[in-house]
């Protein structure tokens, strides 16, 4: 057993010193900077908050109690074209935090980056009692899973609306928007945003999200329900919106 | 490269090594266990964070007939999967929560450990994940998961029951896996025809069951096809022409794909006489009439396996084929 752990220990201490030859090679090439995304969820001009009165593209009133989104699989496109992959970052958006952490990439400039609106399927179809509580996935993010089908919903979006047909009333109607389902992810593409990554400095992404351009074609008064499998064209109309609802801030 | 797989190498052994020291003085509750299943069955794939032990089995089945789990207290696993009708309810729908009804027939749960995927429609991978559906179903248990473990935790017995078995306190992740544990327990497969087939007794099927057989397994039936095997499924999803138009979607509920409209998981058929009513809405009442239905061809449906057409059986023959099916209850 003693000559066990000290075999252990060796090779650790011998493993983790051709770690650090590693990093002495870099040396020479570019530095490793931290890298986060400031993300703003609004409502047209208004910062989306839980409980305050928005109206609609037509000027009908509704509000939010639950507006919540998965986003995954950032990718940077280097200035050569060379592709630095976020693996495994998942981000759970939601109105009141603005910094998430994306992680490290090499310093240097970026002609532009994407990632998705939701998960790719290994991600989507994963056991959520894995995951620490702290991890946007784990079954502790409160309903944001489907059961029954083991999926993540990608995007969920609550609250009450108004519908009466000449929207002079007041929101009192509960709808629900749960968009998910592999089908439905959507890749969000800015690779012509580019940006750069300094040396000895964090550096950030800095989106904005508007939540009345995802939902620019919806007609709240009818369309105000879909778990995605039982209103699948209600659930794609606003996932084929996601792209034009997202836009880079100018820095 | 290499210096990186011996350090996993290494760390690996010495992993093992402390665990097996650490079981010299650990009670035989937490010893890894063999299933005992029946004969002619495979042995099933189970995941490795969850190979079965006394400690865990014991500690499962006392989740799956507590009713802590649902919201009010009154219903649990073992409310809708009865070990006296072979882990069914017998009812078309099942009842839950506030006398709810649920939307499907409940299956049996015996031989889930074979399963690939749960459910009619297919939808959730592994039985450890399964156990969240009904928890949260608002007609079965309509509970959060997250409470359960806070009521777990304040129980006189589970919490010491839970370290035994998986050394740690109540967790959706422990708890999902202990009831998983148990269900992989249930088996069944000692029926006359097993008798017949694996003991070589030729008397343990009557003349009428054995031709019932030959119709089962041969052209006459086709129905070896879907229910072939040990366990008389061959897990796909097929349509069986129920109905003309479906009111539940089933697979194409999880695929979006309107040519698996109807499409369900062929059912086992073992206990099959003892669990009544059939079909994934409990709408077929007897074996007979379940018999009548593949005989007549089923109804027109797009999405119809060619399988299913008209069989052309003489009354003696569907008698036949049905006292097969009751040959396959266990003994």
Known sequence: MKKFHFLFIALMVFASASFVGCNKDEETGPTTEKISLHLHSMVGTDEAAYGITYHDGSGRQFNLSDFRYYLSNFVLIKESGEEVPLSGVVLLASPAAHQYELGEVPSGSYKGFRFLVGLDSATNHTDPTIYPADNPLSIQSPGIHWDWNSGYIFMKIEGYVDTTLNADGSPDFEYFYHVGMDELKRTIDFSTSAFEVKSGADAELALEFDLLKALSNVEMRTENETHTFNNMPLAEKIADNWQSAFSVMPE | ?331
């Open chain 2, 1 to 331: 490269m290499v210096k990186r797989f011996l350090f996993v190498a290494v760390l690996g052994t010495v992993l093992i090594q402390q665990w097996a020291c650490k079981k010299e003085d650990a009670d035989p509750g937490d010893a890894v266990m063999e299933l005992s299943i029946p004969v002619g069955f495979p042995y099933p794939n189970i995941p490795s964070d969850n190979l079965p032990t006394q400690n865990r089995i014991d500690l499962g089945k006392m989740l799956f007939f507590d009713p802590i789990l649902s919201r009010d207290s009154t219903v649990a696993c073992g409310s809708c999967h009865l070990p006296e009708h072979k882990m069914t309810d017998v009812l078309a729908l099942s009842t839950g929560i506030d006398s709810q009804k649920t939307i499907r027939n409940a299956m049996t749960i015996l031989n889930v450990a074979y399963q690939p995927y749960l459910f009619w429609d297919g939808g959730v991978p592994t039985l450890e994940q399964q156990v969240l559906a009904p928890i949260s179903n608002p007609h079965e248990m309509d509970y959060d998961v997250n409470l359960v473990v806070e009521r777990l935790k304040k129980h006189a017995v589970y919490p010491d029951m839970f370290q035994k078995a998986y050394d740690q306190e109540p967790t959706v992740y422990s708890f999902t896996r202990a009831i998983a544990c148990y269900e992989r327990t249930l088996f069944t497969g000692k029926s006359r025809y097993d008798r017949f087939l694996y003991d070589k007794d030729s008397s343990a099927l009557t003349p009428s069951e054995l031709n019932g057989k030959s119709i089962f397994f041969g052209e006459r039936g086709e129905c070896f096809h879907c229910h072939g095997e040990y366990n008389f499924t061959d897990y796909s999803f097929r349509n069986n022409g129920l109905y003309e138009i479906y009111t539940d979607s089933g697979r194409a509920r999880i695929t979006l794909d309107p040519h698996d409209n109807g499409k369900f998981k062929v059912p086992s058929l073992r206990n099959v006489a003892l669990t009544p009513p059939y079909m994934h809405d409990g709408s077929i009442a007897t074996l007979e009439a379940v018999v009548e239905h593949y005989n007549s061809g089923g109804k027109a449906n797009p999405n119809k396996s060619g399988l299913i057409k008209p069989l052309g059986l003489t009354e003696s023959e569907k008698k036949d084929l049905v006292n097969f099916l009751k040959a396959l209850t266990d003994e």
